[in-house]
């Protein structure tokens, strides 16, 4: 959300509480990661909410998907650090994750791969198996839901 569009929507709940204010929605593209393979978005942001597509492991530049797991999360979160960039995000800034395994007996290995881009602030976090993929040869898709712009985090432990 630009300071213009956020100054708008302070006004418009200062003027008139209760009263239904209008929300912004961005569609993010970028050349850097895959483009869609059906009728959806690579992202698409609500006022400072981001909502990412799935992403499965195939390469922009070749579209072709790298053989293993480990090689196909990576690539998987490549594409989607690429995402986060055009939306002014980044993988702190993460809220939700959901992975889907074809084989979820892969779960630590994708485990492994994932802490290289989730380093700090974690996010909250599903993992399932699911029966296929989308593109023969996927056995993993990750997708999630970020803030875009500033984000401030606090821990409340009990």
Known sequence: MSLKQFGIFLLCQLVSPGVECAHNRTIYTTARAPAPIGPYNQAVQVDHMLYVSGQIGLN?????????????????????????????????????AT???????????????????????????????VVALPR??????????????????SYNES
């Open 60 to 96: 922009p530049e070749t579209m072709e998907m790298p053989e293993g797991v480990e090689e196909q999360a990576f690539q998987a979160l490549l594409n989607i650090g690429e995402i986060l960039k055009v939306a002014d995000s980044d993988f702190n800034k993460v809220i939700k």
């Open 136 to 153: 023969p040869g996927a056995m993993v898709e990750i997708e999630l839901v970020a803030v875009s712009g500033e984000l401030n985090t």
């Open 99 to 129: 992975v889907f395994l074809v084989d979820i007996q892969d779960f630590s290995a994708v485990n492994e791969i994932y802490k290289q881009f989730f380093l700090e602030d974690y996010p909250a976090r599903a993992a399932v198996q």
